[in-house]
Structures are given as structure tokens and as C-alpha cells.
């Protein structure tokens, strides 16, 4: 493990000279510091995460299409990139025969929206479709209307 030092600990006792109990870290300070400014050559700071070593670190592995995801084995850890959601569904139904488990999405619970919102029509695209339709139909009752009072 690193040890930090205060700066200049080494030129006065009071700071540490010779004293293990007085050299403690202390944030450097001041317009021209050094140490500070994080300058080439001067001593490290202390900083959240400096040289830990992260114990039982998992690689993930990010996916962008499906031929990725066939050649993967089942212990890595998977996470989907920025795919759309064609795209994600087709991931998420071979993920789910192949039983591989995927961080950053619930295949099962994304599965099952995806079944409700085809059973009840509630797409975008289905209800645009639905609307041109209705209004396709209504001009030609209009039409017929037109000609039978014409008659």
C-alpha cells in the first residue's frame, strides 16, 4: 500500500521529520502548489479510488447484434448496447432459449410487456395504421351517402 505524505513533511520536524505519529496526510494547498496542481514529478494525492484492487472483478461483454450474442458461452456476463428494440427482442428470445442472463435487461419481464402491447394493439405504428384506415372508410360512406340521395 501506498503511503501518502503530507508535502514538505520531509523538511520540518513538526511535520513529520523523523516522526511517524506526525506524518499524516493534510490536502495540499495554495496558489503555487505543486503537488496541488497534480504537476509531472511530484508526489501523488489521495483520491477516491487510487490503486485499489478490486477483488472478484467481472468483465462484461457488450452486445450490439445477435450473430455476438451465438458466439457466447453461458458463464460470461452480457450486457445489450445501444440497440433498438427490434433488435432487442430478437436478443432477448436467444438469450432466453440459451438461458444466458443479461445485466441490463429482465428478458422475461420485457418478453411479456412486449406479448401484451401485440395482444392489445397498443403500438404506435398499429394505431396510426388503424386511424388512415377509419378515415379511408369514412369518406367512401360519405361518398355512397352522396349518391344515393342523388338517385
Known amino acids: 500500500m501506498v503511503?501518502?505524505?503530507r508535502r514538505t513533511s520531509n523538511r520540518y520536524s513538526k511535520l513529520g521529520k523523523g516522526r511517524k505519529k506526525k506524518q499524516v496526510w493534510r490536502r495540499p494547498?495554495?496558489?503555487d502548489n505543486?503537488?496541488?496542481e497534480r504537476r509531472k514529478g511530484y508526489p501523488a494525492r489521495v483520491?477516491?479510488?487510487?490503486?485499489?484492487e478490486k477483488?472478484?472483478?467481472?468483465?462484461f461483454i457488450v452486445i450490439n447484434n445477435v450473430s455476438e450474442l451465438e458466439k457466447i458461452k453461458k458463464d460470461v456476463q452480457i450486457i445489450i448496447?445501444?440497440?433498438g428494440k427490434k433488435k432487442k427482442i430478437e436478443i432477448g428470445k436467444i438469450a432466453k432459449e440459451k438461458k444466458i442472463?443479461?445485466?441490463n435487461l429482465n428478458v422475461g419481464k420485457f418478453l411479456k410487456e412486449i406479448d401484451k402491447k401485440k395482444k392489445t394493439g397498443s403500438s404506435k405504428i398499429d394505431q396510426t395504421k388503424e386511424k388512415k384506415e377509419s378515415?379511408?372508410?369514412d369518406k367512401k360512406k360519405i361518398e355512397n351517402k352522396t349518391t344515393e340521395k342523388k338517385k
Not at 477483488?55 to 468483465?59: A, D, E, L, V
Open 3 to 5: 503511503k501518502f505524505l
Open 29 to 31: 494547498t495554495g496558489r
Open 101 to 103: 442472463k443479461i445485466q
Open 135 to 137: 378515415g379511408k372508410t
Open 55 to 59: 477483488k472478484n472483478q467481472k468483465k
Open 34 to 36: 505543486k503537488m496541488r
Open 47 to 52: 483520491e477516491v479510488g487510487y490503486k485499489t
Open 81 to 83: 448496447g445501444n440497440v
